[in-house]
Protein backbone atom coordinates (compact mmCIF):
# COMPACT_ATOMS: atom_id res chain seq x y z
CA UNK A 1 0.00 0.00 0.00
CA UNK A 2 3.04 2.65 -0.75
CA UNK A 3 3.30 2.67 2.85
CA UNK A 4 -0.26 4.33 4.02
CA UNK A 5 -1.54 2.54 7.04
CA UNK A 6 -4.93 4.19 6.31
CA UNK A 7 -5.33 3.06 3.02
CA UNK A 8 -4.41 -0.87 4.36
CA UNK A 9 -6.57 0.17 6.51
CA UNK A 10 -9.17 1.10 4.50
CA UNK A 11 -8.40 -2.06 1.69
CA UNK A 12 -9.05 -4.27 4.35
CA UNK A 13 -11.93 -2.82 5.86
CA UNK A 14 -13.58 -3.23 2.69
CA UNK A 15 -12.55 -6.65 2.19
CA UNK A 16 -14.10 -7.52 5.15
CA UNK A 17 -17.11 -5.36 4.29
CA UNK A 18 -17.20 -7.69 1.15
CA UNK A 19 -16.45 -10.92 2.71
CA UNK A 20 -19.27 -10.53 5.22
CA UNK A 21 -21.88 -9.96 2.45
CA UNK A 22 -20.77 -13.03 0.55
CA UNK A 23 -20.44 -15.04 3.83
CA UNK A 24 -23.54 -17.76 3.48
CA UNK A 25 -21.77 -18.80 0.09
CA UNK A 26 -18.45 -18.56 1.09
CA UNK A 27 -18.73 -20.78 4.79
CA UNK A 28 -20.46 -23.56 2.91
CA UNK A 29 -16.96 -24.34 0.96
CA UNK A 30 -14.89 -23.03 2.63
CA UNK A 31 -12.67 -20.50 0.83
CA UNK A 32 -13.80 -17.13 2.92
CA UNK A 33 -9.85 -16.54 2.85
CA UNK A 34 -9.15 -16.62 -0.14
CA UNK A 35 -12.38 -14.79 -1.49
CA UNK A 36 -11.26 -11.64 0.75
CA UNK A 37 -7.79 -12.04 -0.26
CA UNK A 38 -8.79 -11.35 -3.77
CA UNK A 39 -10.90 -8.86 -2.99
CA UNK A 40 -8.08 -7.16 -1.26
CA UNK A 41 -6.10 -7.78 -4.90
CA UNK A 42 -8.75 -6.24 -6.80
CA UNK A 43 -9.32 -3.20 -4.85
CA UNK A 44 -5.83 -2.68 -4.76
CA UNK A 45 -5.44 -2.63 -8.29
CA UNK A 46 -8.24 -0.79 -8.76
CA UNK A 47 -7.14 1.95 -6.44
CA UNK A 48 -3.48 1.46 -9.04
CA UNK A 49 -5.74 2.24 -12.03
CA UNK A 50 -7.60 5.18 -10.58
CA UNK A 51 -6.11 8.60 -11.94
CA UNK A 52 -4.47 10.76 -9.29
CA UNK A 53 -4.96 14.05 -9.96
CA UNK A 54 -3.82 16.88 -7.21
CA UNK A 55 -6.44 18.99 -5.94
CA UNK A 56 -6.45 22.79 -6.19
CA UNK A 57 -8.20 24.74 -3.90
CA UNK A 58 -8.75 28.45 -5.79
CA UNK A 59 -9.58 29.88 -2.06
CA UNK A 60 -13.04 31.76 -4.16
CA UNK A 61 -16.49 30.18 -3.69
CA UNK A 62 -17.90 30.25 -7.03
CA UNK A 63 -21.15 32.32 -7.47
CA UNK A 64 -24.08 29.54 -8.29
CA UNK A 65 -24.96 29.76 -12.11
CA UNK A 66 -28.74 29.87 -12.78
CA UNK A 67 -28.88 28.22 -16.60
CA UNK A 68 -32.38 28.56 -17.58
CA UNK A 69 -33.39 31.87 -15.53
CA UNK A 70 -34.99 29.56 -12.68
CA UNK A 71 -35.00 29.40 -9.20
CA UNK A 72 -34.03 25.90 -7.59
CA UNK A 73 -37.27 24.92 -7.33
CA UNK A 74 -37.33 22.77 -10.47
CA UNK A 75 -34.20 20.95 -8.99
CA UNK A 76 -35.34 20.42 -5.61
CA UNK A 77 -38.62 18.97 -7.24
CA UNK A 78 -36.86 16.92 -9.61
CA UNK A 79 -34.56 15.80 -6.68
CA UNK A 80 -37.46 14.74 -4.55
CA UNK A 81 -39.28 12.88 -7.40
CA UNK A 82 -36.27 10.84 -8.33
CA UNK A 83 -36.02 10.18 -4.51
CA UNK A 84 -39.41 8.74 -4.27
CA UNK A 85 -39.00 6.54 -7.28
CA UNK A 86 -35.82 5.28 -5.96
CA UNK A 87 -37.77 4.50 -2.59
CA UNK A 88 -40.60 2.99 -4.36
CA UNK A 89 -38.31 0.25 -6.57
CA UNK A 90 -38.26 -3.44 -5.22
CA UNK A 91 -35.19 -4.64 -3.02
CA UNK A 92 -33.29 -6.48 -5.35
CA UNK A 93 -33.62 -3.37 -7.64
CA UNK A 94 -32.29 -0.97 -5.45
CA UNK A 95 -29.65 -3.51 -4.48
CA UNK A 96 -28.92 -3.44 -7.76
CA UNK A 97 -28.65 0.23 -7.74
CA UNK A 98 -26.52 0.79 -5.06
CA UNK A 99 -24.15 -1.23 -5.74
CA UNK A 100 -23.78 -0.07 -9.19
CA UNK A 101 -23.98 3.40 -9.14
CA UNK A 102 -23.15 4.25 -5.86
CA UNK A 103 -20.30 1.33 -4.59
CA UNK A 104 -19.15 1.38 -8.39
CA UNK A 105 -18.93 -2.55 -8.76
CA UNK A 106 -18.79 -3.66 -12.18
CA UNK A 107 -22.11 -6.36 -13.15
CA UNK A 108 -19.93 -9.20 -12.28
CA UNK A 109 -18.96 -8.11 -8.93
CA UNK A 110 -22.94 -7.26 -7.86
CA UNK A 111 -23.93 -10.55 -8.97
CA UNK A 112 -21.50 -12.20 -7.30
CA UNK A 113 -22.55 -10.21 -4.12
CA UNK A 114 -26.14 -10.93 -4.88
CA UNK A 115 -25.89 -14.49 -5.33
CA UNK A 116 -27.61 -13.85 -8.46
CA UNK A 117 -26.51 -14.07 -12.80
CA UNK A 118 -24.79 -10.94 -14.42
CA UNK A 119 -27.93 -11.02 -16.88
CA UNK A 120 -30.06 -10.96 -14.08
CA UNK A 121 -28.26 -7.85 -12.54
CA UNK A 122 -28.48 -6.45 -16.00
CA UNK A 123 -32.33 -6.95 -16.10
CA UNK A 124 -32.47 -5.41 -12.43
CA UNK A 125 -30.46 -2.53 -13.44
CA UNK A 126 -32.64 -1.94 -16.86
CA UNK A 127 -35.86 -1.78 -15.18
CA UNK A 128 -34.88 0.02 -11.98
CA UNK A 129 -33.22 3.21 -14.18
CA UNK A 130 -36.34 3.16 -16.19
CA UNK A 131 -38.90 3.83 -13.52
CA UNK A 132 -37.42 7.01 -12.50
CA UNK A 133 -37.10 8.33 -16.27
CA UNK A 134 -40.96 7.54 -16.64
CA UNK A 135 -41.71 9.75 -13.76
CA UNK A 136 -38.68 12.97 -14.82
CA UNK A 137 -38.57 12.92 -18.50
CA UNK A 138 -36.04 14.78 -18.58
CA UNK A 139 -34.05 11.85 -17.23
CA UNK A 140 -34.09 10.10 -20.51
CA UNK A 141 -31.09 11.79 -21.53
CA UNK A 142 -29.32 9.80 -19.32
CA UNK A 143 -27.85 6.25 -20.21
CA UNK A 144 -25.80 3.38 -18.47
CA UNK A 145 -23.46 2.83 -20.24
CA UNK A 146 -24.52 -0.38 -22.10
CA UNK A 147 -22.27 -3.13 -23.43
CA UNK A 148 -18.91 -1.76 -21.59
CA UNK A 149 -19.62 -4.00 -18.42
CA UNK A 150 -20.06 -0.80 -16.43
Request: charged fraction near 30%; glycine fraction near 4%; charge should be neutral.
Amino acid sequence: MDGDQHLAEDLVQEALARTHRAWSRLHEVGNAEAYARRVMYHQQVSMWRRRRTAEVLSGDLPEPVDRHGHDDTDSITRRMTVEQALRSLSPRQRAVVVLRYFEDHTESEAADLLGVSVSTVKTQTARALEHPRKLVPELRQFRTMEGTGR
